[in-house]
């Protein structure tokens, strides 16, 4: 699959097969991650992989929408710096690599979806990460319940035309 395909066609997968990931997927998928950009290559972010089920469980509790990490084959947790005055660019980077991570899944047929960490302070205690560092982004990989979401054509209607959203040298 190229690229554009990936991006175009991927999903957000939130319901899993209970198929364990190969660890080469898992590898590949963290290496995705590691390989993505990030403002002046500072690549701020640490990685917790979590594949143990009660582990997951919990970590499905840390946020309001955050329940599909409970059926996920792993959770990858980003971690990144507690430093208020880079927060925006930290969490674009984190954008970057959480993307990164998702279209090397789409890519292997491993589903996704994201999540947002609503309390950090609990996913921190529950994973064991020192102080100095903030957990608001997760993510669910796992094989599709539904087999059909990775080959689905892109639904009509489900994005703004581009033309509504692009200006062209001035608004």
């Known amino acids: 699959m190229n690229v554009l395909d990936a991006i175009r066609l991927k999903r957000s997968v939130r319901r899993f097969t209970s198929d364990p990931l190969p660890g080469e997927a898992i590898r590949a998928i963290l290496n995705a991650g590691r390989r993505a950009q990030s403002s002046k290559n500072t690549q701020p972010w640490q990685f917790v992989a979590v594949t143990d089920r009660d582990t997951l469980t919990q970590l499905s509790q840390t946020g309001d929408f955050a329940g599909h990490l409970a059926g996920a084959a792993l959770g990858v947790v980003i971690v990144t710096p ?3 005055e ?8 984190v954008g970057q690599t959480a993307a990164y991570m ?13 999540a947002t960490i609503y309390h950090p302070d609990q996913a ?3 994973l064991g990460v020192p102080v100095g560092y903030r957990c608001d982004v997760a993510l669910s ?18 994005r703004n035309p581009l033309d ?6 001035r608004w």
């Open 164 to 169: 509504e959203m692009v200006h062209r040298e």
């Open 124 to 126: 921190q205690a529950i």
């Open 141 to 158: 990989f796992g094989y599709p319940a539904d087999a059909t979401a990775l080959n689905a054509p892109p639904k009509q209607g489900g």
């Open 82 to 84: 507690d430093d208020p």
């Open 102 to 114: 998702q279209l090397a899944a789409w890519e292997l047929g491993i589903g996704s979806v994201i």
């Open 86 to 93: 880079r927060r925006e660019w930290l969490m674009f980077d």
